[in-house]
């Protein structure tokens, strides 16, 4: 199979770079084409109709321009797939299904911590399919993170002080898992670990990538050989790309320079 059509990936910010990075990885053969949507970031805040209208807005936009998968790659989009499903008829998948099972998959004393938006949070999504596994949850709304991984240097300590800040009710939990439950949140994961000790962290681009293999694969949309035409790299943001650019210095995947894009 040769499908060299891009796999759109989305997100409100740079967040969704860390499921990107491992989709590349993961799926070296394949194209990407990300949108950082930071002229509308965050959108943990913002009423819940703003954020299914961005949702569908881009997915529309993605598959107009070619895309043959979506992955929304943000927690708090993702609870729009129903929405984004209707409005495209390519595959669309979210990292939210995926990273809750893993995380059950994985935890041995099946007590999670899922640390999200407040919107995320309150939809009760990651809960419900944690608390249908038979695990003890507790959740935290850390819209700071969003607001540290997109405006501040990663290596910033004031991370630290940000992550205890929040994290100093749950500290006493028992958990042995920790649900990276927002895309931006593993840029943290080195405070999160040096205040809450060594816990399985379960980020979302390992398990989105292995549901994306598989949608591929039943849909015979996977792109199995390298051309020429193949594992193109775009990123664009509906922001200032000198911002984006900043944001992003971490991000180590070879692409294609950042530009500008207007999606409305």
């Given at each position: 199979m040769l499908d060299n059509r891009p796999i759109g990936v989305f997100d409100s910010g740079v967040g969704g770079l860390t499921v990107l990075e491992t989709l590349i990885k993961n799926l070296p053969n394949e194209s990407f084409y990300y949108v950082a949507d930071q002229g509308h970031c965050p959108y943990g805040p913002k009423p819940l109709s703003y954020v299914e209208n961005r949702v569908v807005t881009i997915a529309r936009h993605m598959q107009n321009i070619g895309c043959k998968a979506?992955?929304?790659?943000?927690?708090?989009?993702?609870?729009?797939?129903?929405?984004?499903?209707?409005?495209?008829?390519?595959?669309?998948?979210?990292?939210?299904?995926?990273?809750?099972?893993?995380?059950?998959?994985?935890?041995?004393?099946?007590?999670?911590?899922?640390?999200?938006?407040?919107?995320?949070?309150?939809?009760?999504?990651?809960?419900?399919?944690?608390?249908?596994?038979?695990?003890?949850?507790?959740?935290?709304?850390?819209?700071?993170?969003?607001?540290?991984?997109?405006?501040?240097?990663?290596?910033?300590?004031?991370?630290?002080?940000?992550?205890?800040?929040?994290?100093?009710?749950?500290?006493?939990?028992?958990?042995?898992?920790?649900?990276?439950?927002?895309?931006?949140?593993?840029l943290l994961e080195p405070f999160m670990k040096a205040y809450l000790g060594d816990k399985n962290f379960v980020a979302c681009g390992g398990p989105t990538s292995a549901a994306l293999e598989n949608i591929l694969s039943e849909n015979n949309l996977l792109c199995l050989q390298k051309t020429p035409d193949s594992g193109l790299i775009d990123i664009f943001t509906t922001g200032d790309t000198q911002k984006a650019e900043s944001a992003m210095k971490w991000f180590k995947a070879g692409h294609n320079q950042v530009k500008h894009i207007d999606i409305e």
């Open positions: 979506i992955v929304i790659a943000c927690n708090t989009a993702s609870l729009h797939i129903k929405a984004a499903q209707k409005a495209v008829n390519i595959p669309v998948i979210s990292v939210i299904q995926p990273t809750a099972k893993y995380a059950l998959e994985t935890s041995k004393n099946k007590k999670v911590l899922v640390l999200a938006t407040k919107a995320t949070v309150n939809s009760g999504v990651y809960a419900q399919i944690l608390l249908d596994g038979g695990a003890e949850v507790k959740q935290v709304a850390c819209g700071e993170f969003v607001d540290f991984a997109e405006n501040y240097d990663i290596n910033d300590p004031i991370g630290a002080k940000i992550v205890a800040d929040k994290l100093e009710a749950v500290k006493g939990f028992d958990c042995d898992t920790v649900i990276h439950g927002c895309t931006h949140f593993s």
